[in-house]
C-alpha cells in the first residue's frame, strides 16, 4: 500500500487548499482514509477522513465546518478542501489507512501506512 499526499503551500488566514492523496495497493482504495496533521511541538492528530465509498465522511471539531474530505474511486485520489484557514492550521498533513480495521481510523496508532506529509502553512 503506498499513499502520497501533495498540495501544501504557503496561504494567508482565510484563504484555502485543497490536499490530495494518492492511494494504490490491492486494498487501499476500498479503505476509509483519514487525514491527520502534526504542529510544531505537537503530538499528530487527527482532522478528518471519509469512508471507502465515500458516503460518509468526520472531522474533528477544531476543523469542524472548514474542512472536508472527499474521494474520487475511479481516480484512487483522496481530497481535503480545507476553508477559511487560520495560523493554528500551520501543520504537516499526512493522509493514511488501516488495513486491519474497517472505516475511518481516527487514533493515529490504528493507521498502519502513512504518506509522506504535505506542508501547510497559514500566514496572519
Known amino acids: 500500500v503506498q499513499l502520497q499526499a501533495s498540495g501544501g503551500g504557503l496561504v494567508q488566514a482565510g484563504g484555502s487548499l485543497r490536499l490530495s492523496c494518492a492511494v494504490s495497493?490491492?486494498?487501499?482504495?476500498?479503505?476509509?482514509v483519514s487525514w491527520f496533521r502534526r504542529a510544531p511541538g505537537k503530538e499528530r492528530e487527527f482532522v478528518g477522513g471519509i469512508s471507502r465509498g465515500g458516503g460518509s465522511t468526520s472531522s474533528s471539531d477544531s476543523v469542524k465546518g472548514r474542512f472536508t474530505a472527499s474521494r474520487d474511486n475511479a481516480k484512487n485520489m483522496v481530497y481535503l478542501q480545507m476553508n477559511n484557514l487560520r495560523p493554528e492550521d500551520t501543520a504537516l498533513y499526512y493522509c493514511?489507512?488501516?488495513?486491519?480495521?474497517?472505516?475511518?481510523?481516527?487514533?493515529?496508532?490504528?493507521?498502519?501506512?502513512w504518506g509522506q506529509g504535505t506542508q501547510v502553512t497559514v500566514s496572519s
Open positions: 495497493g490491492p486494498t487501499a482504495s476500498s479503505r476509509g
Open positions: 493514511g489507512v488501516s488495513v486491519t480495521r474497517l472505516g475511518v481510523r481516527k487514533v493515529e496508532n490504528e493507521i498502519d501506512y
